[in-house]
């Protein structure tokens, strides 16, 4: 139910943080189900993009839609303030959040790591806030493949468990794994791809609408780079 558009996407030229000159739109098949907690799975055709020009960005590659700008600072991070489009509650009824974030590049060892903190108010379905924690690692580029590993961490304040769980609470929405990588296709084709796996926190689990704590995300698509 969190991220109407997963678009877990990846461009590979870069194992982890996508470098703003990697840049490309597309569509994917989204499998997923129909809100976190429901055991029926949806596939619903999706946008795939990252652009970015002078500091303003437009992106699917952070777990949902979301557009603004950012400036940085030094070479290895950012802040900056962005608007998102994602699903209400049971998978319904859609509407946008306003928020700010701020994003780190570094690496562990050889391998590449991007993060990204982000703090939103939605502007409907309740009008609660949820924060996020997000980290990406490469973990293999080569022979036109590449491939992320990541974690993320969901918060939410009681506004958003009333309005999506009908219970009262605040804390852990949800935590997730996955997988997303990208194929080279052609110098202006990519294919995406992403897996998922996410498991609800104790509050959100113990909602009457839901009737599986975890579920499976996924999507593959096809981009073309600008």
């Known amino acids: 139910m969190r991220c109407l558009l997963i678009g877990l996407l990846f461009a590979p030229l870069t194992a982890a943080a996508l470098d703003d000159d990697v840049q490309f739109i597309g569509a994917a098949v989204y499998s997923h189900p129909k809100f976190d907690g429901s055991p029926a799975q949806h596939n619903d055709p999706i946008p795939q993009v990252h652009y970015v020009n002078r500091g303003w960005f437009v992106r699917t590659t952070e777990g949902i839609l979301e557009g603004g700008t950012r400036w940085g600072f030094g070479q290895s991070a950012a802040a900056g303030v962005q608007v998102a489009y994602e699903d209400g509650p049971l998978g319904k009824h859609p509407g946008a959040s306003l928020g700010v974030h701020a994003e780190l590049d570094g690496k562990i060892g050889p391998a590449p790591v991007s993060s990204v903190f982000r703090l939103r108010q939605f502007l409907s379905n309740g009008n609660g806030w949820e924060a996020d924690a997000r980290v990406n690692i490469g973990v ?50 990519l294919l995406l791809f992403s897996t998922e796996g996410r498991r609800l926190g104790d509050a959100a689990a113990s909602s009457p609408y839901v009737e599986r704590r975890s579920g499976f995300y996924g999507s593959l698509g096809i981009a073309y780079r600008l």
């Open 140 to 189: 293999y580029e080569g022979h036109g493949l590449a491939a992320a590993v990541y974690g993320q961490g969901t918060w939410a304040n009681e506004k958003i468990f009333n309005n999506f769980y009908a219970v009262s609470n605040s804390g852990l929405l949800f935590s997730a794994l996955g997988v997303w990588g990208g194929y080279t296709i052609t110098p202006k084709w």
